[in-house]
């Protein structure tokens, strides 16, 4: 799960490390009235999902208030396009008003979970060449940056902060703050379990202090179930409303680019699925995994999720009935074409339990499908229907 930049500065402030102060505005007006509370210099900025909202133009100064209100106006009416968003961006719905800050450099610094690594999985990064060109020194000039894995049994140890400060050019007291936000910043990764604590950049500010101007926190959301707190902090604007829906209905979806829209029971049968239509030269439009124990409401609910995305232009329905059995498929499928007007060319393949039945059941509903018995005939049946 992602959460904004104000909601991980906030977090990073109970953690004890330091970050501008500010406000959350959702209009030009409260943006206004925050930029005269903090008085002086501000920065609007976007709050969406996404990074690289600078060279997108969705981060501004403002030397008053109503300079801020201008700023958050125009981006608070934008779609924000950034090299993370894909090309029809984000829109959006709120800025953060924050103290702006006079830099004297910025630095990287981030922590992840680096599953490549076995035990030592959890890796802490740091640069001395940090903002918005990170991505580019990664890509070109991997040595900047250094890295540094925690053993989860020995914990984070203080030769650790110093060897990552060592490659940044830091002065005594910038050492010692450093070396306090690297104890906080892991402290707060176990604590909240976190996937990735990204601070960048963390600036040298003209005064010579360190600060967290930008901060990108993720969460494993297998460990959300221990955080109230963090969950509370979810923003379904900037989640797929497909997803969403899919969430709620208790089955397993991720959306895709392609077009041939996939309903499929069991994780490894719908990856098996999604390869063989590539294989068969089309695209996959989701993943879907409906599950063992679905009901006829749950496979129609999946069925709606399914047909709502507009790139979809065949449905291949492939269902080996286990526990999950061919009938009760069967009687989803044909529940939900009789409460949408379907217009989509079906490829079924079904197997396994009751297969005799669902297939009756079918052939009498007067559902237009194209029926196929092997898994890769499957999918080259579906991919042909959208080439015809
Ligand atoms: P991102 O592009 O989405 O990562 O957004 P950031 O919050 O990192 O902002 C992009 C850049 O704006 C930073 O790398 C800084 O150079 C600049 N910036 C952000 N806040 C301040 C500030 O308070 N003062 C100054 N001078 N620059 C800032
Ligand atoms: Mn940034």
């Known amino acids: 799960m992602k959460i904004h930049e104000y909601q991980a500065k906030?977090?990073?402030?109970?953690?004890?490390?330091?970050?501008?102060?500010?406000?959350?505005?959702?209009?030009?007006?409260?943006?206004?009235?925050i930029a005269g509370e903090l008085a002086g210099q501000v920065v609007v900025k976007a709050q969406i999902h996404a990074g690289g909202r600078g060279?997108?133009?969705?981060?501004?100064?403002?030397?008053?208030?109503?300079?801020?209100?201008?700023a958050a106006r125009s981006i608070l009416e934008m779609q924000l396009v950034t090299h993370q968003t894909g090309p029809e961006g984000k829109k959006v719905r709120k800025v953060l008003v924050e103290e702006a800050s006079a830099i004297r450099k910025e630095l990287y610094l981030s922590v992840v979970v680096d599953r490549?690594?076995?035990?030592?999985?959890?890796?802490?990064?740091?640069?001395?060449?940090?903002?918005?060109?990170i991505e580019q020194v990664a890509a070109t000039a991997p040595e900047k940056?250094?890295?540094?894995?925690?053993?989860?049994?020995?914990?984070?140890?203080?030769?650790?902060?110093?060897?990552?400060?060592?490659?940044?050019?830091?002065?005594?007291?910038q050492s010692r703050q450093f070396a306090e936000i690297v104890r906080n910043l892991y402290?707060?990764?176990?604590?909240k379990d976190c996937s990735l604590v990204e601070i960048n950049p963390l600036a040298i500010t003209e005064p010579g202090q360190l600060l967290a101007l930008d901060t990108k926190?993720?969460?494993?959301?297998?460990?959300?179930?221990?955080?109230?707190?963090?969950?509370?902090?979810?923003?379904?604007?900037?989640?797929?409303?497909?997803?969403?829906?899919?969430?709620?209905?208790?089955?397993?979806?991720?959306?895709?680019?392609?077009?041939?829209?996939?309903?499929?029971?069991?994780?490894g049968l719908?990856?098996?699925?999604?390869?063989?239509?590539?294989?068969?030269?089309?695209?996959?439009?989701?993943?879907?995994?409906?599950?063992?124990?679905?009901?006829?409401?749950?496979?129609?609910?999946?069925?709606?999720?399914?047909?709502?995305?507009?790139?979809?232009?065949c449905i291949l329905v492939n269902i080996f009935g286990g526990i999950l059995r061919c009938d009760r498929v069967s009687a989803g499928l044909i529940q939900a074409a009789g409460k949408i007007d379907m217009?989509?060319?079906?490829?079924?393949?079904?197997?396994?339990?009751?297969?005799?039945?669902?297939?009756?059941?079918?052939?009498?509903?007067?559902?237009?499908?194209?029926?196929?018995?092997?898994?890769?005939?499957?999918?080259?049946k579906a991919v042909s229907l959208i080439g015809s």
Request: hydrophobic share 40%; charged share 25%.
């Open 10 to 33: 906030k977090l990073l402030l109970d953690y004890g490390i330091p970050a501008p102060r500010g406000g959350v505005a959702a209009t030009p007006e409260e943006a206004r009235r």
């Open 55 to 70: 060279k997108g133009g969705g981060v501004k100064p403002a030397a008053a208030p109503d300079e801020a209100e201008t």
């Open 116 to 133: 490549s690594r076995g035990r030592e999985c959890v890796v802490f990064m740091a640069s001395e060449a940090g903002g918005m060109d």
């Open 145 to 173: 940056i250094v890295k540094c894995a925690v053993h989860p049994a020995v914990g984070f140890s203080p030769f650790q902060a110093r060897k990552l400060s060592a490659s940044l050019g830091l002065d005594a007291g």
């Open 187 to 191: 402290r707060l990764f176990l604590e």
């Open 217 to 267: 926190i993720n969460f494993d959301d297998d460990g959300l179930h221990r955080h109230p707190e963090i969950r509370e902090l979810r923003d379904p604007d900037e989640e797929d409303p497909l997803e969403v829906a899919a969430k709620n209905a208790a089955v397993n979806y991720i959306k895709l680019d392609g077009n041939v829209g996939c309903m499929v029971n069991g994780a």
């Open 270 to 313: 719908a990856m098996t699925t999604m390869d063989l239509i590539k294989m068969a030269g089309g695209e996959p439009a989701n993943f879907l995994d409906v599950g063992g124990g679905a009901s006829a409401e749950q496979i129609e609910k999946a069925f709606r999720i399914l047909t709502s995305d507009p790139n979809v232009k």
């Open 343 to 380: 217009k989509l060319p079906m490829v079924v393949r079904l197997q396994g339990t009751n297969v005799e039945e669902g297939r009756r059941m079918l052939q009498e509903s007067g559902l237009r499908f194209t029926v196929a018995d092997g898994l890769y005939e499957a999918a080259q």
